[in-house]
């Protein structure tokens, strides 16, 4: 029973790479969430994505930040020309349904390091 | 606005100790979750709380829910090393659970 799967772990970028971020859903799980938490702080919502469907962005910065969901493949959270105040753990949660009111499932997070 | 506040920030206590966190909303809520996070870790769902007054307990865990459902509580009784870690609560916006708004959570340290 694999839960919540996110690669890589660890990032360390330095200012003005890129960031990618990967997300693998619990299995029957079709539903992936986003959040940031900033060091000493609770989770922010980011990205609601259905495959192949963007729900809800409302979360995201304007600029540098988009989020994919692929038919095939994990979901991929990507920051363009990262600055210092990218760095932070990015957690992915998914859920069953829309309208799941149940617990949200997180990954172990992806920590990003901006150099 | 929809924000939660999470009182204390930190507690830091001796092994055997009892262990309460505060969570508080200016609005109603619907209803309330509470996550667990170890050092380095990610959070973990404890509880969902629905109904006004409603308590719930898991082993040394003890959940509240406030009548006007506009705080909740979580009580540790004797509390063990393996507790140390940031409790959050957490209220949803709209009418799904995805978009969860996170308190500040309470930092949990024991002492063996």
């Known amino acids: 029973n694999a839960g919540v799967m996110q690669n890589p772990r660890h990032l360390v970028r330095r200012r003005g790479q890129e960031a990618r971020l990967r997300c693998s859903p619990m299995?029957?799980?079709?539903?992936v969430y986003w959040y940031r938490q900033l060091p000493e702080e609770g989770l922010k919502f980011m990205v609601y994505?259905?495959?192949?469907?963007?729900?809800?962005e409302s979360g995201m910065p304007k600029e540098r930040f988009s989020a994919e969901f692929p038919k095939e493949g994990p979901s991929i959270l990507r920051i363009q020309q990262v600055v210092r105040g990218d760095s932070a753990a990015y957690f992915c949660?998914?859920?069953?349904?829309?309208?799941?009111?149940?617990?949200?499932?997180f990954g172990e997070g992806s920590r990003l390091t901006v150099l | 606005g929809q924000q939660v506040m999470q009182i204390p920030q930190y507690q830091h206590v001796q092994e055997g100790e009892d262990f309460t966190t505060y969570c508080n909303s200016s609005?109603?809520?619907?209803?309330i979750q509470w996550y667990k996070q170890r050092p380095g870790g990610h959070p973990v769902f404890l509880i969902q709380?629905?109904?006004?007054?409603e308590v719930k307990k898991q082993k040394r865990l003890t959940f509240q829910f406030g009548e006007a459902k506009k705080n909740s509580s979580l009580h540790i009784t004797a509390t063990q090393t393996t507790d140390v870690g940031t409790y959050f609560c957490?209220?949803?916006?709209?009418?799904?659970?995805?978009?969860?708004?996170f308190g500040k959570g309470t930092l949990l340290t024991v002492n063996p």
């Open positions: 949660a998914s859920s069953p349904s829309q309208g799941y009111t149940g617990e949200l499932f």
């Open positions: 299995k029957g799980h079709s539903h």
């Open positions: 994505l259905q495959k192949e469907n963007i729900i809800d």
């Open positions: 609005t109603t809520l619907s209803n």
């Open positions: 709380l629905v109904k006004s007054g």
């Open positions: 957490a209220r949803t916006s709209g009418g799904s659970n995805y978009k969860l708004t």
